[in-house]
Antibody, heavy 117, light 108 residues
Framework: EVQLAESGGGLVQPGGSLRLSCAASGFTFSRYGMNWVRQAPGKGLEWVSYMGSSSSATHYADSVKGRFTISRDNAKSSLYLQMNSLRTDDTAVYYC??????????WGRGTLVTVSS | EIVLTQSPATLSMSPGERATLSCRASQGVSSNLAWYQQKPGQAPRRLIY???TRATGISPRFSGSGSGTEFTLTISSLQSEDFAVYYCQQYNNWPLWTFGQGTKVEIK
């Protein structure tokens, strides 16, 4: 059974940093591109970042470019998101999602990041 | 960036009724469109991909249609578990796979 489990969320002050993790199981992690998608409270879904299966390709939404860094460790079947210079509008539930050819076929349950003083 | 516009924002329906949700793309996305269902406190779940193909385990009361810029998700007979928010997503413009703003299907 495919499972994705995010961790690392919490309360952080504006300007602070946080590192999210996503532990994958039930599939060959190294064969899939992975994404971070976020959802602000009461709002819709926003794609944040993508990393290819072999870490060769990375992409970011304009809203996080230069502040967030995606990475992965295929040996540990894990995806990460390093978030720096956090702003109040980064407050959201952050999901990791597996990229299929035709959309995101599996999602984690999410981890809440709250940026507030 | 491809913008997806969903309508209506909210659909008030009774159980057993047929629900029709729309998604319009700002430029053509061929059939590269998916629909997701999200219930409160849960992650989204993919229902439809390729505009009309049901994902594994999805009830046949969910159907998708359309191509290019106009798409529709139809729920043939609403069950209590179908009241949720539905999002369309285009994956034609890799990797910037954008979402619509969502349609909430609520109990009338």
């Amino acid at each position: 059974e495919v499972q994705l489990a995010e961790s690392g969320g919490g309360l952080v002050q504006p300007g602070g940093s946080l590192r999210l993790s996503c532990a994958a199981s039930g599939f060959t992690f190294s064969r899939y591109g992975m994404n971070w998608v976020r959802q602000a409270p009461g709002k819709g879904l926003e794609w944040v970042s993508y990393m290819g299966s072999s870490s060769s390709a990375t992409h970011y939404a304009d809203s996080v470019k230069g502040r967030f860094t995606i990475s992965r460790d295929n040996a540990k079947s894990s995806l990460y998101l390093q978030m720096n210079s956090l702003r109040t509008d980064d407050t959201a539930v952050y999901y990791c999602a597996r990229a299929a050819v035709d959309g995101y076929d599996y999602w984690g349950r999410g981890t809440l990041v709250t940026v507030s003083s | 960036e491809i913008v997806l516009t969903q309508s209506p924002a909210t659909l008030s329906m009774s159980p057993g009724e047929r629900a029709t949700l729309s998604c319009r793309a700002s430029q053509g996305v061929s059939s590269n469109l998916a629909w997701y269902q999200q219930k409160p406190g849960q992650a989204p779940r993919r229902l439809i991909y390729g505009a009309s193909t049901r994902a594994t385990g999805i009830s046949p009361r969910f159907s998708g249609s359309g191509s290019g810029t106009e798409f529709t998700l139809t729920i043939s007979s609403l069950q209590s578990e179908d009241f949720a928010v539905y999002y369309c997503q285009q994956y034609n413009n890799w990797p910037l796979w954008t979402f619509g703003q969502g349609t909430k299907v609520e109990i009338k």
